[in-house]
T-cell receptor, first 113, second 113 residues
Framework: QQQVKQSPQSLIVQKGGIPIINCAYE??????FPWYQQFPGKGPALLIA?????SEKKEGRFTISFNKSAKQFSLHIMDSQPGDSATYFC????????????FGAGTRLFVKA | KAGVTQTPRYLIKTRGQQVTLSCSPI?????VSWYQQTPGQGLQFLFE???????NKGNFPGRFSGRQFSNSRSEMNVSTLELGDSALYLC????????????FGEGSRLTVL
């Protein structure tokens, strides 16, 4: 019940493509769903986050789609660029518990120039 | 504003030794959490400290321990090192325990030979 399942494990797209990364959770106590971006040699950095009271959130070229009934959420990267090549982690945390954040296994994205 | 600082960045130890890793959180942040990152297991929660008290602990053996000082700096210790302890150890700070956003350091990469 504490797992967050992320897919795919890796993804290769052409520049300008729209990679989509999917995550699913089981615990309905989760109420904060962030995505983190990690470049080699760096720690993860918060990219965008959503709470379950909205179905979609956009920040620049990054969009989270959230389906509360299906307990799924996904990250879309519009007009992807080579600089977006990184590992992306979805995560979920319960109300009042940032330190209890559970991370997905990660998706390694490569955007071809 | 300085970010999360972790030291040392890289270290090599042999089986049976012990290691201490240090983390200085962002100024004003009182919550520090530790994660172990490995290619096979992703980001695994170790423990979290707030106001010098351990608030939550992940599913790791007792060889893994930590503490937090009055200035919010934190250390984690791994005793009797095993080969499987080789990993990137990430520290994350947040303003409070209820804050969803985690700010990660660049990690300490431990290799156990």
């Amino acid at each position: 019940q504490q797992q967050v399942k992320q897919s795919p494990q890796s993804l290769i797209v052409q520049k300008g493509g729209i990679p989509i990364i999917n995550c699913a959770y089981e615990n309905t106590a989760f109420d904060y769903f962030p995505w983190y971006q990690q470049f080699p040699g760096k720690g993860p950095a918060l990219l965008i986050a959503i709470r379950p009271d909205v179905s979609e959130k956009k920040e620049g070229r990054f969009t989270i789609s959230f389906n509360k009934s299906a307990k799924q959420f996904s990250l879309h990267i519009m007009d992807s660029q080579p600089g977006d090549s990184a590992t992306y982690f979805c995560a979920a945390s319960p109300r009042g518990g940032g330190f209890k954040t559970i991370f997905g296994a990660g998706t390694r994205l490569f955007v071809k120039a | 504003k300085a970010g999360v600082t972790q030291t040392p960045r890289y270290l090599i130890k042999t089986r049976g030794q012990q290691v201490t890793l240090s983390c200085s959180p962002i100024s004003g942040h009182r919550s520090v959490s530790w994660y172990q990152q490995t290619p096979g297991q992703g980001l695994q929660f170790l423990f979290e400290y707030f106001s010098e008290t351990q608030r939550n602990k992940g599913n790791f053996p007792g060889r893994f321990s930590g503490r937090q000082f009055s200035n919010s700096r934190s250390e984690m210790n791994v005793s009797t090192l095993e080969l499987g302890d080789s990993a990137l150890y990430l520290c994350a700070s947040s303003l409070t325990t209820s804050s969803g956003e985690l700010f990660f350091g660049e990690g300490s990469r431990l290799t156990v030979l």
